[in-house]
């Protein structure tokens, strides 16, 4: 099986798009966008999912891995269903950031980069999201983004993903 097989129809589709953003010699300007489309269908971008990535590219995939490896929105090891990604960067640090990303960790049981016994959550420490007066932000899978997470904010989401679960 090749590498490039792990991609589905779409994903490959996908990914074409993004491709012929950029001149045609150019094709790794894509791999920030191959990288997000390729974990939203497998979950996280594994060893192999890599070598897909670099394959659709024609590039070295020590390449792709160093980008996969450097941004914090690829996860290069399983993750829950429900990635929260919350932010404890300065800004929302002093409007209780910290604090909610606390709250999380105790209503959870679990602590940054840990996933729960159910495969439901993994909690993550963010970098800034650059929504600052909106402190605290949290993200939810990379996608969505919770403003102003007091507790009571956090127990409604948490309780809205269960029921997705």
């Given at each position: 099986?090749?590498?490039?097989?792990?991609?589905?129809?779409?994903?490959?589709?996908?990914?074409?798009?993004?491709?012929?953003?950029?001149?045609?010699?150019?094709?790794?300007?894509?791999?920030?966008?191959?990288?997000?489309?390729?974990?939203?269908?497998?979950?996280?971008?594994?060893?192999?999912?890599?070598?897909?990535?670099?394959?659709?590219?024609?590039?070295?995939?020590?390449?792709?891995?160093?980008?996969?490896?450097?941004?914090n929105m690829y996860d290069t090891r399983p993750v829950?269903?429900?990635?929260?990604?919350?932010?404890?960067?300065?800004?929302?640090?002093?409007?209780?950031?910290?604090?909610?990303?606390?709250?999380?960790?105790?209503?959870?049981?679990?602590?940054?980069?840990?996933?729960?016994?159910?495969?439901?959550?993994?909690?993550?420490?963010?970098?800034?999201?650059?929504?600052?007066?909106?402190?605290?932000?949290?993200?939810?899978?990379?996608?969505?983004?919770?403003?102003?997470?007091?507790?009571?904010?956090?127990?409604?989401?948490?309780?809205?993903?269960?029921?997705?679960?």
């Amino acid at each position: 099986m090749s590498a490039v097989s792990l991609l589905s129809a779409e994903a490959r589709a996908r990914i074409d798009r993004e491709v012929r953003k950029y001149p045609a010699d150019q094709k790794q300007s894509a791999v920030m966008a191959a990288l997000a489309i390729a974990q939203d269908e497998h979950g996280w971008v594994s060893p192999e999912v890599i070598e897909a990535v670099a394959a659709v590219l024609e590039m070295p995939p020590i390449a792709v891995h160093e980008v996969a490896t450097f941004y914090n929105m690829y996860d290069t090891r399983p993750v829950g269903k429900f990635k929260l990604a919350i932010c404890t960067c300065l800004p929302c640090a002093l409007r209780d950031g910290a604090k909610a990303g606390e709250y999380l960790k105790e209503r959870l049981g679990i602590t940054y980069g840990e996933t729960t016994g159910d495969g439901l959550f993994t909690l993550k420490e963010s970098e800034c999201q650059g929504a600052c007066g909106d402190a605290p932000v949290l993200l939810v899978n990379n996608k969505r983004m919770c403003s102003f997470m007091d507790n009571a904010k956090l127990d409604a989401l948490i309780d809205e993903l269960k029921a997705k679960g």
